[in-house]
């Protein structure tokens, strides 16, 4: 693949705008009546390397997983913490969107950022995210973690396309910069 990489958002969220419920649950997303995998292999396939926050990685941690769930991909993980990196996920701590900037400028398929609401919110805010893809299901939850937080940032989007999966709505999103 040539050309710049992307760093794509590939997230579900609640009607109202949350992505966990305020336990970090994800119960209510489950409930909802999908079809397959409702895109994910799809998306899957076009990355080769993951971003999460260090709050994220540990919520994957505790929630005793066979094997870790990017285990073919390369995979970085913001920290403020000096972590010793494992055989799956390297933990970085340098400035965000230096090293994004540095991975987009290397060969290789999209970059994919997995979560959480505040590193996503940093990524925003430094108009890192080149696409969104966002699966919307019919669930109000009333409170819990935002998908978007509140701050001193706006963005443009241009709609690339809609898909829905039986009960959820995929929307797709170009940045426009």
Not at 129 to 139: R, S
Request: hydrophobic share 35%.
């Amino acid at each position: 693949m040539t050309g710049k990489r992307k760093v794509v958002l590939f997230i579900a969220a609640s009607l109202d705008g949350y992505i966990a419920a305020k336990d970090e649950s994800l119960e209510w997303l489950f409930k909802v009546e999908g079809e397959g995998d409702n895109g994910y292999s799809e998306f899957y396939d076009t990355v080769d390397t993951v971003l999460m926050g260090k709050k994220t990685y540990d919520w994957l941690m505790n929630h005793e997983l066979e094997e870790f769930p990017y285990k073919n991909k390369e995979c970085f993980v913001f920290t403020r913490s000096q972590i010793q990196g494992t055989e799956d996920v390297t933990f970085i701590n340098d400035d965000v969107t230096t090293f994004t900037n540095q991975l987009k400028e290397q060969e290789g398929k999209n970059i994919w950022i997995v979560g959480g609401g505040g590193l996503l919110h940093s990524f925003l805010k430094e108009k890192l995210v080149d696409e969104m893809i966002l699966t919307v299901a019919p669930t109000i939850i009333g409170n819990g973690i935002p998908l978007f937080k509140e701050g001193d940032y706006q963005l443009d989007l241009s709609l690339k396309g809609t898909r829905n999966f039986n009960q959820f709505v995929e929307l797709h999103y170009c940045v426009e910069k």
